[in-house]
């Protein structure tokens, strides 16, 4: 499991002059986990890597910690039942190996995690696979109010799956 950023949106929102509670996301890596399951479904790398958002519940004045059960992907990206009984196990076990230190009793559920597949637009890129990133990233950076934080790369971990 490999820490990738930690990200405190309070902090932002705070500095944007706007009022937030407390609010971070960690996203973290399970390489092996994520180059399988991308094997399966490309699109999958949307929702990866893995993340979890510690947050104040306004209402109950709790710190809850909420993340994207396997459900919820396996929903998403309409993943067959024995894929779900082959992954499902695996996921659980690397949320848990994060979420490790924190009280069961804070961990919260999303009330659905079912979605369906639309509204995801897959564009073919009419340029070759190093100059098509690079137009990405020069359009993200051109706008004044998203962050680029880092790179997914998920080529060639999965020693076996080979990819």
Known sequence: MQLIEDIDHSRLAHQAGAIMGPARVVIFSDAQLESELIALNPLIAID??????????????RSEVIYNSFDYIASRYQLADDTTATFSERYKNAMN???????????????????????????????????????????????????????????????????
Do not use: K
Not at 48 to 61: D, K, Q, S, W
Not at 137 to 154: E, K, L, P
């Open 48 to 61: 990866l890597p893995l993340r979890a958002l510690a947050f104040e519940n306004l209402t109950t004045g």
């Open 97 to 163: 190996t994060a979420l490790a230190d924190v009280p069961v009793s804070a961990i919260s559920a999303f009330t659905d995690n079912r979605m369906q597949p639309d509204g995801i637009i897959t564009i073919a890129s009419p340029f070759d696979f190093e100059e098509s990133p690079t137009r990405i990233n020069s359009a993200i950076n051109a706008q004044d109010d998203t962050v680029m934080f880092g790179h997914g790369r998920f080529s060639g971990e999965c020693g076996s799956c080979g990819h």
